[in-house]
């Protein structure tokens, strides 16, 4: 794609984040781009489309980010901690595809492709084969891993209130970095007492 179909897509998907999708009319997306919603169409596809595009690239953006994480860990705890950073660490740097999938979980854009199944449950399932060897007898391996997807869209979405009050911080700026690494320090051990050995 050429620099004005990447803007006006990092256009949609800012809107597609704060608003979600059914929320978000062509026409918004176009305002916000400074162009006439036939251009608009002519260069994405229609909503669709273009929601389908915005989701494929915030996974595609993910998996940029974790396979060369699966690829380097070696296999073990540190190698399941070293994966749940590279995780932790994503999510921090790209909000608004948190925010998507925040969305989508709630239901917004039902009527819209599984993209679930197409392109992000196989990376999940490839970091659950990656700690199978590691589990004791008495944890799923795939459930472990979506606590942990579970514990960072709600710590970086809900926040600690208890913590902080001013936590979640202002959409645009960055997490306080000592509750964050304290967050950090709390899902090595979460991976380190779900890994123990039973008896």
């Excluded at 999510?91 to 239901?107: D, F, I, K, M």
């Excluded at 589990?135 to 979405?157: K, R």
């Excluded at 979640?168 to 380190?192: C, K, M, N, S, W």
Aim: charged share 25%; glycine share 8%; aromatic share 10%.
């Amino acid at each position: 794609m050429d620099g004005e179909t990447d803007r006006l897509v990092g256009v949609a998907t800012r809107l597609f984040a704060e608003l979600g999708y059914d929320w978000t009319s062509m026409r918004m997306i176009a305002e916000a781009a400074g162009v006439e919603v036939e251009q608009l169409t002519r260069l994405v596809g229609d909503k669709t489309e273009l929601y389908q595009e915005v989701m494929v690239r915030a996974i595609n953006a993910e998996r940029t980010a974790m396979e060369p994480a699966l690829r380097s860990a070696t296999p073990g705890v540190q190698g399941a901690i070293d994966l749940v950073d590279a995780y932790l660490d994503f999510n921090v740097a790209h909000p608004e595809y948190l925010a998507l999938w925040l969305h989508r979980w709630t239901g917004d854009a039902a009527d819209t492709p599984d993209l679930e199944d197409l392109y992000s449950r196989p990376l999940a399932s490839e970091v659950a084969e990656f700690v199978r060897d590691i589990m004791p007898g008495d944890v799923n391996c795939h459930h472990l891993v979506w606590s942990i997807v579970w514990c960072v869209y709600g710590f970086l979405s809900g926040g600690m209130r208890h913590v902080s009050p001013d936590w979640p911080q202002r959409r645009g700026e960055e997490p306080d970095p000592e509750v964050l690494e304290a967050f950090r320090a709390y899902l090595h051990t979460l991976i380190r007492r779900m890994t123990m050995p039973l008896g």
